[in-house]
């Protein structure tokens, strides 16, 4: 099974992008980890904003076809670091699927990616740039890994 992060703009936040590559490296002890930048779109200032979330998201589906969706949203569900590792294990354990977490752009998800994911995770009830959640999310899955695998990088 590969574990996918699909975000939509690059990476382009120096200290963002070496935390980024961090965390990723990291996890490729445990999984398959890949990350994949869907790139912003051109003349995106002479669309409407349902127009944006539109052309992303046929961009976002395009590249998660044929994986379990799960998407980084303000509206998902919160876990504790502890039971995020269980989700994790659960899902490693039913094998399956890749799976790609996936974050948005500005204006968040379509209609359609909505209707295709099989599910929501949110990071916190407040709100980080697109930027900053990449690393964040990079590290919590790390932490999970490590939590599954019994490994000290976690207290509790």
């Known amino acids: 099974m590969k574990l996918m992060l699909v975000t939509v703009g690059k990476t382009d936040v120096p200290w963002v992008r070496e935390g980024l590559q961090l ?23 002479a669309l409407g904003e349902d127009q944006i979330k539109a052309k992303e998201g ?19 569900k919160e876990y504790r670091s502890l039971d995020f590792a269980k989700e ?49 999310f990079a590290e919590q899955l790390y932490r999970a890994f490590t939590i599954v695998k019994g490994e000290p990088y976690h207290h509790e």
């Open 23 to 45: 965390y990723a490296a990291r996890l490729q002890h445990y999984t398959r980890f890949e990350i994949k930048e869907i790139p912003e779109l051109k003349n995106a200032g």
């Open 58 to 76: 046929a961009l976002i589906l395009k590249e998660t076809e044929g994986t379990e969706m799960i998407l980084l949203d303000e509206h998902g």
């Open 88 to 136: 994790i294990q659960n899902r490693l354990n039913r094998g399956g699927r890749d799976i790609s977490f996936v974050i948005g752009g500005a204006y968040g998800f379509s209609r359609d990616v909505y209707d295709k994911a099989a599910g929501k995770l949110s990071l916190s009830k407040m709100t980080f740039s697109h930027q900053m959640v990449r690393v964040i």
